[in-house]
C-alpha cells in the first residue's frame, strides 16, 4: 500500500503534539506556530494555535531584523525558509539558555547591521530589496565593514556574521525541541523520515 | 561523613574503568568506581543532534557541563585561550556512566602486530618519541578475546587478510552492508583493495540478554534506542555491581589522590553534588579518566613525596599526547545512495595501514557515519556557499548523494604535545584545569596526504562525479581518541608506568586507560583499552590472589 501523503501529515501532528521545548524555566508542550507557507500549510492542514511564541530575549525590532536575515541564509523555495522555519525562535530560546553568552552580541549587533546598510544603500537592512540584502552580507562576511564605523562595538561584523550564519543552521536543521525546525521542516525537504522504524540492510 | 575502606578504588567508569571494576569486584575485591557524571539515557535524549556527541554547538549531553568545566587550549604561536566542553579545542570525551562508549560509534578494532612494535619496524623519526610497546600484540591477544566476548562485538575477519591473528572468532557474526556500503565494497575490490565488514561493539544478533541493532542513522553521537549497542555501561559495570563487591559513586569529582609520609597511595579526595569534599580510602587506586584528565590528577597531586606530581619524577606524565590525524575524501554521486539504513560506517579496508612504501605507519580506511541534518551543512566541496539558496540547494540534493572515506591515521608520538595543569585557570572546585598544547609532526601530514589518496582512489573506483579531499591540519590531536599521556615502558625514566601499568615509583597506583598507550595504531582504539583494562586487572588479581595487598 502506497503511503498516503495526508495520513503521514496528520500522524507527523501527532507527534510533534507530544514533543516539548524548553521555555523559560518550565517544559512546554506543544510546537510553535508557523505562519503560512506554501509546503508546510499543504502537508499539515488544520493547525491550531501554539503556545510558546513570544519571544523572550529579543525585542520585536530585533525579531524582524533576525527574521529578515534567516530568510537570507535559508532563502524559502519549496520548502520554508529561515524564518518561517522559526530560526528566529530558535536562537532567541537559545539565547536566554544555551547560547546566553552570545546574549549581548546580538544586542548590538543586530541593531548595528541593520543600520549599517544606510551609507551604501540608504536604507536599513530590513527595508532593502533581496539581491541588496545578498550583496551587504556578502560584504560583511568577506570582512568589508569595519566595526569603527557604525555601532558595532566591540564586536566584528565578519565575526558576528560567522557565529549567526551557524545559529541559522542550528535553527534550521537542529530538532524542533529547541525552537527551530518548525514541523521537521528541513527533514521533509531532506527527504529523511522523522521517526524511524527498525530496518536491516 | 566517612567512607568505609575498600581495597580499591577506580577513577572513571570509560572503558578501561569499567572493565577495571568488574575483574576487581568479581575477584572478591571490594571497589569503588567514580564517575564525575551520571547515567545517560536515550529516553532523556533522543534524537537530539545539537546536544550530541558528534556535533554539541549547543551542550555536551553525555558530559561534562560548561558551568564547571573549562581547559586552557594554546595554539601553535603559544596564544592561550579558556575553552568549554563544547567547543572542539577542549578535546571532550565524555562523562557519564559507560564515558565515550555510550555514543561511540562502537568500531571495534584490534592493533595490528606492527602497531606494538614501531620503533623496531620503522626506525627513528625525526622529533618523535617514538617506541616499541613493553606488551606484545601476543600479550594483548586473550585480552582482546575476552573484551570481544564479554562486551560484545559482531565481525569477521576472515574477510581481511591484514587482520592479526587470533584464537577465537568473533562471538557474533558481521554485520551486513546498506546500499552505499555494498557499492563501496564493490569498489574496492574493483580497485584491487580488500574490504570486510567493520567489527562493531554492536549485536548483530541478540547477545547477553539485549537485543539486536535496529540500524537507525542516529547512533554516533547518541545513545541506543533499543540498547544494542555495547558499551561498559550495559556490559561490565552492571556485571560488576551485581557481584555486590562494587559501588557505582556518580556525580563524584575526584581532585586529588593522596598519599601517606612514604609516599604510598591512600585513597582520594573528592566532590560529591553537593559540593562537599570528601575522601575515600583504599588499597589500591586505578586511574582511568582518560588520556587528558589521568595526567591531570597526578600532577595536582602533588606532596612531599612527589613534588612534580605523582608519577611524575621523570616529567613524562602528560607528555606524547596523541589521537589520530583523521583524513580522507568525500564524493557526490550522480545517484541516491542513501537508504536510511544505519548507522552507516560499516565497510573498511586494511590494506593501507601498515607497509606503505616510505609511509610510517599508515591508517584503515573506512565508510563514515551518517551525517545528521546540521553536520552535513559544514561538508561541501572547496569553495561551495555556505549560505543562502546556493547552500539550501547543495543540502537538498546531495544530501542522499554523499560518501566519505575516512581514516585514522596513526601519528608519531612527540615529547611536546602534552597536558599540563594551568597555573592561573581553575575549574568549579578550584582544582587546576587541564592546559593542552603541541602539534602533529610533518610525518603525519605526509602519511595522512597518502591515505587521502587511497581514499580518492577507493571512491573513483565507485564512479563518483566529484571527489575532494579531507586533510588534518597540524593541532594536536586528543578528543575522542586521545592517548599516550603516561607512556607503559620498561625504563622509568622514559615512561611513567611499567607494562601491567603500574606507576613506575608508587607500588599502589595504577593506569588503565588510553594514557598507557605507547602508540596509537591507525584504528580507533576502543577495544585495545578494554583489553588493557583486563590486562592491567590479570596482573593486579594475580597478585592479589597471592597475597600481595599492595599495602
Given at each position: 500500500?502506497?503511503?498516503?501523503p495526508q495520513n503521514?501529515?496528520?500522524?507527523r501532528r501527532n507527534f510533534?503534539k507530544?514533543?516539548?521545548i524548553w521555555?523559560?524555566g518550565?517544559?512546554i508542550?506543544g510546537y510553535?506556530v508557523?505562519r503560512?507557507?506554501?509546503?508546510?500549510?499543504?502537508?499539515a492542514?488544520?493547525?491550531?494555535q501554539g503556545q510558546?511564541?513570544?519571544?523572550?530575549v529579543?525585542?520585536?525590532?530585533?525579531?524582524a531584523i533576525?527574521?529578515?536575515?534567516?530568510?537570507c541564509?535559508?532563502p524559502p523555495g519549496?520548502?520554508?525558509?529561515g524564518?518561517?522555519?522559526?530560526?528566529?525562535?530558535?536562537?532567541?530560546?537559545q539565547?536566554g539558555?544555551?547560547?546566553h553568552?552570545?546574549?549581548?552580541?546580538y544586542?548590538?549587533?543586530?541593531?548595528?547591521?541593520?543600520?549599517?546598510s544606510q551609507?551604501?544603500?540608504e536604507?536599513?537592512?530590513?527595508?532593502?530589496?533581496e539581491e541588496?540584502?545578498i550583496?551587504?552580507?556578502?560584504?560583511?562576511e568577506?570582512g568589508?565593514?569595519?566595526?569603527r564605523?557604525g555601532?558595532?562595538?566591540?564586536?566584528i561584523p565578519?565575526s558576528?556574521f560567522s557565529?549567526m550564519?551557524?545559529?541559522?543552521m542550528?535553527?534550521?536543521?537542529g530538532?524542533?525541541k529547541?525552537?527551530?525546525?518548525r514541523?521537521?521542516?528541513?527533514y521533509?525537504m531532506?527527504?529523511?523520515?522523522?521517526?524511524q522504524?527498525?530496518?536491516?540492510? | 561523613?566517612?567512607?568505609?575502606h575498600v581495597n580499591?578504588i577506580?577513577?572513571?567508569?570509560g572503558?578501561?574503568?569499567g572493565?577495571?571494576a568488574?575483574?576487581?569486584s568479581?575477584?572478591g575485591l571490594s571497589?569503588?568506581?567514580?564517575?564525575r557524571?551520571?547515567?545517560a539515557?536515550?529516553s532523556e535524549?533522543?534524537d537530539?543532534?545539537?546536544t550530541?556527541?558528534r556535533?554539541f554547538?549547543?551542550h555536551?549531553y553525555?558530559?561534562?557541563?560548561?558551568?564547571?568545566?573549562?581547559?586552557?587550549a594554546v595554539?601553535?604561536q603559544?596564544n592561550e585561550?579558556i575553552?568549554y566542553?563544547?567547543e572542539?579545542?577542549?578535546?571532550n570525551n565524555?562523562a557519564?556512566?559507560?564515558s565515550?562508549t555510550v555514543s561511540?560509534?562502537a568500531m571495534?578494532?584490534?592493533?595490528?602486530?606492527?602497531?606494538?612494535?614501531m620503533k623496531?619496524?620503522?626506525?627513528?623519526?625525526?622529533?618523535?618519541t617514538?617506541?616499541?610497546?613493553?606488551v606484545?600484540y601476543?600479550d594483548?591477544?586473550?585480552?582482546?578475546?575476552?573484551?570481544?566476548?564479554?562486551?560484545?562485538?559482531?565481525?569477521?575477519?576472515?574477510?581481511?587478510?591484514?587482520?592479526?591473528?587470533?584464537?577465537k572468532?568473533h562471538?557474533?557474526?558481521?554485520?551486513?552492508?546498506?546500499?552505499?556500503?555494498?557499492m563501496?565494497?564493490?569498489?574496492a575490490k574493483k580497485a584491487?583493495f580488500h574490504?570486510?565488514?567493520?567489527?562493531?561493539?554492536r549485536?548483530?544478533?541478540?547477545?547477553?540478554g539485549?537485543?539486536?541493532?535496529?540500524?537507525?542513522?542516529n547512533?554516533?553521537?547518541f545513545?541506543?534506542?533499543?540498547g544494542a549497542k555495547?558499551?561498559?555501561?550495559n556490559?561490565?559495570?552492571?556485571?560488576?555491581?551485581r557481584?555486590?563487591?562494587?559501588?557505582l559513586?556518580i556525580?563524584s569529582?575526584?581532585v586529588?589522590?593522596?598519599?601517606?609520609?612514604?609516599g604510598k597511595?591512600?585513597?582520594?579526595?573528592y566532590?560529591?553534588?553537593?559540593d562537599?569534599?570528601l575522601?575515600?580510602?583504599?588499597d589500591?587506586?586505578?586511574?582511568?579518566?582518560?588520556?587528558?584528565?589521568t595526567p591531570?590528577l597526578?600532577?595536582?597531586?602533588a606532596?612531599?613525596?612527589?613534588p612534580?606530581?605523582?608519577?611524575?619524577r621523570h616529567?613524562?606524565v602528560?607528555?606524547n599526547?596523541q589521537?589520530?590525524?583523521?583524513?580522507g575524501?568525500n564524493?557526490?554521486?550522480d545517484e541516491?545512495?542513501?537508504?536510511d539504513?544505519?548507522p552507516?560506517?560499516?565497510v573498511?579496508?586494511?590494506d593501507?595501514?601498515?607497509?606503505?612504501p616510505?609511509?610510517?605507519g599508515?591508517?584503515?580506511?573506512?565508510?563514515?557515519f551518517i551525517?545528521m541534518?546540521y553536520?552535513?551543512?559544514g561538508?561541501r566541496?572547496?569553495?561551495?556557499?555556505?549560505w543562502?539558496?546556493g547552500?539550501k540547494?547543495?543540502?537538498q540534493?546531495?544530501y542522499?548523494?554523499?560518501a566519505?572515506?575516512?581514516?585514522?591515521?596513526?601519528?608519531?608520538?612527540?615529547?611536546?604535545?602534552?597536558?599540563?595543569?594551568?597555573?592561573?585557570?581553575?575549574?568549579?572546585?578550584?582544582m587546576?584545569v587541564a592546559?593542552?598544547?603541541?602539534?602533529?609532526l610533518?610525518?603525519?601530514i605526509?602519511t595522512a596526504?597518502f591515505?587521502?589518496?587511497k581514499?580518492?582512489?577507493?571512491l573513483?573506483?565507485?564512479g563518483?562525479?566529484?571527489?575532494?579531499?579531507?586533510?588534518?591540519?597540524?593541532g594536536v590531536?586528543?578528543s575522542q581518541?586521545?592517548s599516550?599521556?603516561?607512556r607503559?615502558?620498561n625504563?622509568?625514566?622514559?615512561?611513567v608506568?611499567?607494562?601491567?601499568?603500574q606507576v613506575h615509583?608508587?607500588?599502589?597506583?595504577?593506569v588503565?586507560d588510553?594514557s598507557?598507550?605507547?602508540t596509537?595504531g591507525?584504528?580507533?582504539?576502543?577495544l585495545?583499552?578494554?583489553?588493557?583494562?583486563y590486562?592491567?586487572?590479570?596482573?593486579?588479581?594475580n597478585?592479589?590472589?597471592k597475597?600481595?595487598s599492595?599495602?
Open positions: 500500500m502506497k503511503p498516503d503521514e501529515a496528520v500522524s510533534l507530544i514533543s516539548a521555555a523559560g518550565a517544559w508542550v510553535p508557523a503560512a507557507s506554501n509546503h508546510v500549510t499543504n502537508s492542514p488544520g493547525r491550531t510558546g511564541t513570544e519571544y523572550q529579543l525585542t520585536t525590532d530585533e525579531a533576525m527574521d529578515a536575515l534567516a530568510d541564509i535559508i519549496d520548502y520554508a525558509g524564518r518561517e522555519a522559526g530560526v528566529t525562535l530558535f536562537i532567541d530560546r539565547l539558555r544555551y547560547l553568552s552570545d546574549k549581548a552580541m544586542k548590538t549587533c543586530l541593531a548595528a547591521l541593520n543600520k549599517g551609507a551604501d544603500y536604507k536599513v537592512f530590513t527595508r532593502l530589496g541588496a540584502q550583496r551587504y552580507l556578502t560584504d560583511i568577506a568589508g565593514y569595519n566595526n564605523t555601532n558595532w562595538g566591540d564586536y565578519s558576528f557565529t550564519r551557524d545559529h541559522c542550528m535553527g534550521y536543521y530538532h524542533p529547541h525552537g527551530g525546525n514541523e521537521w521542516v528541513s521533509q531532506l527527504g529523511l523520515p522523522v521517526e522504524v527498525p530496518m536491516s540492510p | 561523613m566517612t567512607n568505609q580499591a577506580v577513577v572513571g567508569s572503558a578501561g574503568g572493565v577495571v568488574k575483574e576487581l568479581e575477584a571497589v569503588v568506581l567514580f564517575e557524571g551520571e547515567w539515557r536515550y535524549h533522543g537530539d543532534e545539537l550530541a556527541q556535533s554547538p549547543l555536551c553525555f558530559g561534562p557541563d560548561n558551568e564547571r568545566y573549562r581547559r586552557v595554539d601553535r603559544g585561550r575553552v566542553p563544547n572542539w579545542a577542549y578535546h565524555a557519564c556512566v559507560g565515550g561511540y560509534g571495534a578494532w584490534r592493533f595490528m602486530e606492527e602497531d606494538f612494535t623496531s619496524t620503522y626506525g627513528h623519526i625525526e622529533g618523535s617514538l617506541e616499541d610497546w613493553p606484545t601476543a594483548l591477544e586473550p585480552f582482546y578475546e575476552k573484551a570481544e566476548w564479554e562486551i560484545g562485538v559482531a565481525g569477521d575477519d576472515s574477510q581481511n587478510p591484514f587482520a592479526p591473528w587470533r584464537n572468532p562471538p557474533m557474526p558481521a554485520f551486513k552492508h546498506n546500499t552505499e556500503a555494498r563501496l565494497e564493490a569498489a584491487g574490504p570486510f565488514s567493520i567489527p562493531m561493539l549485536n548483530s544478533e541478540p547477545y547477553h539485549r537485543g539486536e541493532c535496529i540500524h537507525v542513522r547512533c554516533v553521537g545513545a541506543c534506542p533499543v555495547n558499551g561498559t555501561q556490559t561490565v559495570i552492571p556485571t560488576a555491581i557481584t555486590g563487591n562494587c559501588e559513586r556525580n569529582q575526584v586529588e589522590i593522596m598519599t601517606n609520609d612514604q597511595v591512600t585513597g582520594v579526595a566532590f560529591d553534588k553537593q562537599r569534599k575522601q575515600q580510602t583504599a589500591i587506586v586505578v586511574l582511568a579518566a582518560s588520556a587528558t584528565e591531570r597526578m600532577l595536582n597531586s606532596s612531599r613525596h612527589y612534580e606530581g605523582i608519577g611524575n616529567d613524562w602528560g607528555r599526547l589521537g589520530h590525524a583523521y583524513t575524501a564524493a557526490l554521486f541516491v545512495i542513501y537508504d539504513v544505519g552507516g560506517a560499516s573498511a579496508i586494511s593501507f595501514a601498515h607497509n606503505n616510505g609511509i610510517t599508515g591508517a584503515m580506511l573506512a565508510n563514515e551525517q541534518p553536520a552535513f551543512t561538508t566541496p572547496p569553495g561551495s556557499p555556505h543562502g539558496r547552500h540547494d547543495f543540502q540534493e546531495n542522499k548523494r554523499y566519505g572515506i575516512r581514516g585514522p591515521v596513526q601519528e608519531m608520538p612527540n615529547f611536546e604535545s602534552r597536558v599540563e595543569v594551568s597555573q592561573d585557570v581553575r575549574d568549579h572546585w578550584g587546576p592546559r593542552i598544547s603541541g602539534f602533529k610533518d610525518e603525519d605526509k596526504h591515505i587521502a589518496d581514499a580518492v582512489e577507493w573513483e573506483a565507485a563518483a562525479a566529484k571527489i575532494w579531499k579531507s586533510i588534518p591540519g597540524t590531536s586528543g581518541h586521545q599516550g599521556t603516561c607503559m615502558g625504563d622509568p625514566k622514559t615512561s608506568t611499567n607494562k601491567f601499568g615509583d608508587v607500588e599502589n597506583l595504577f588503565a588510553g598507557l598507550h605507547v596509537n591507525g584504528f580507533n582504539p576502543v585495545t583499552i578494554m583489553a588493557l583494562g590486562w592491567v586487572s590479570d596482573y593486579i588479581v597478585e592479589w590472589q597475597g600481595n599492595f599495602r
